[in-house]
């Protein structure tokens, strides 16, 4: 035990110096989103995300929003487990025909006031897989969709830039 507390003395830290990162751009977005959040919905969003028949990656990159980098919380965004807690609704992949019912169950669980965001390419217009005979396609021809946020996927800055882009113009 000594050997190792001499060579931890004798060689000190060796480790590289912490640089923050940063992105000015979502700060930026941030402070909007914050103000806006404020000053309109009591300092929080609610989101409850649906996977309607993803590939998944756009559940990653909503995923990313809660990570130390992006830290969306920090806005007064969070995730919630229950559409019964929610304001928004996140809906990616095109909607399977499996999962509509699902999908119409966590929507009217939902109370008012409240908005539908279709996220991602196949959320928007079904991608490669459209309307056949095990998908319905775009999550508008379910629900009527109250914002887009486009990408395949999306980047959780455009993600920011959507949710945002939503509760401006509410």
């Not at 809906?91 to 109370?111: D, I, K, Y």
Request: neutral net charge; proline residues 6%.
């Amino acid at each position: 035990m000594n050997k190792i507390l001499s060579k931890i003395a004798r060689v000190g830290i060796v480790t590289e110096t912490f640089k923050p990162l940063t992105d000015p751009e979502l700060d930026r977005l941030g402070a909007e989103l914050k103000a806006v959040l404020d000053r309109r919905f009591a300092g929080s969003l609610a989101i409850r995300q649906v996977d309607a028949g993803s590939c998944n990656a756009c559940e990653l990159e909503i995923a990313a929003l809660g990570n130390p980098f992006y830290d969306v919380e920090r806005y007064g965004i969070h995730f919630v487990a229950s559409p019964r807690h929610a304001d928004v609704l996140m809906v990616t992949g095109p909607v399977s025909r499996h999962m509509q019912a699902a999908l119409l169950a966590t929507w009217e669980a939902t109370p008012e006031p409240k908005w539908l965001v279709a996220v991602g390419k196949c959320a928007a217009d079904g991608g490669e897989f459209g309307v056949n005979y095990a998908s319905c396609g775009a999550v508008s021809n379910v629900l009527k969709v109250d914002a887009v946020i486009p990408g395949c996927p999306p980047t959780p800055t455009d993600l920011v830039r959507g949710l945002l882009s939503l509760i401006s113009r509410r």
